[in-house]
């Protein structure tokens, strides 16, 4: 149930909504490209309302690791 709660649907126009903004489900396999990991810590900033304390995050990944 929480990973239909939680997860990203597309709208009819391609945008992406939640049903609810207090759950957040994510596949952490898709983590593969520069700033997706960002991408995480702001909706999980989101999630307990504390967005202004994480701005300006950057990440990359290396691949070869």
Known sequence: MTSVIGAELLHKQSEAV???RN?????AECIED???DAVVLGEFAALTGKEAQV???KSSIDGDV
């Open 23 to 27: 759950v957040w489900s994510f596949d």
């Open 55 to 57: 701005a300006q995050i």
């Open 18 to 20: 939640r049903l609810s």
């Open 34 to 36: 520069d700033d997706d």
